[in-house]
């Protein structure tokens, strides 16, 4: 399923969400989890992973989720809402975070999911609700 959910997503994303480099880790219907490579054009001046690429991370592995859902197909999709709370920070010298993204319900137009970003010492730095009409 990673080979599959990989190609969809290079065929649909735009290249600003390319050169974010995620990379998926695991994958099975409904929830995916991706690595987000921490580098020097997602950091900002305080040192810390900016919330434009995590935000960012998150919409597109809730995506993935969702395709994972649907046996790999990637349906016409889009967010309708993407609340997310910021709970530590993510230092600059780490070497990347992990995504987990879990499809919560899925219904015929609406789907729901939730996101979380984790450092490698495990601890929560970021969650996410979402919210997702299938076109």
Known sequence: MIDQLEAGLARILAPC?????LRIVAAEPGVVTFALPVTAQV???GGVLCGQAIMSAM???M????????GGEFRPMTTVQLQTSFMRPVSAGLAEVRLVARVLRAGKTLAFGEISLSTPDGKLAAHATTTYALL
């Open 63 to 70: 995506v993935a989720a969702l395709a994972s859902h649907l």
């Open 59 to 61: 919409d597109t592995a």
């Open 17 to 21: 969400v390319k050169a974010l480099n």
């Open 43 to 45: 950091v900002h001046s």
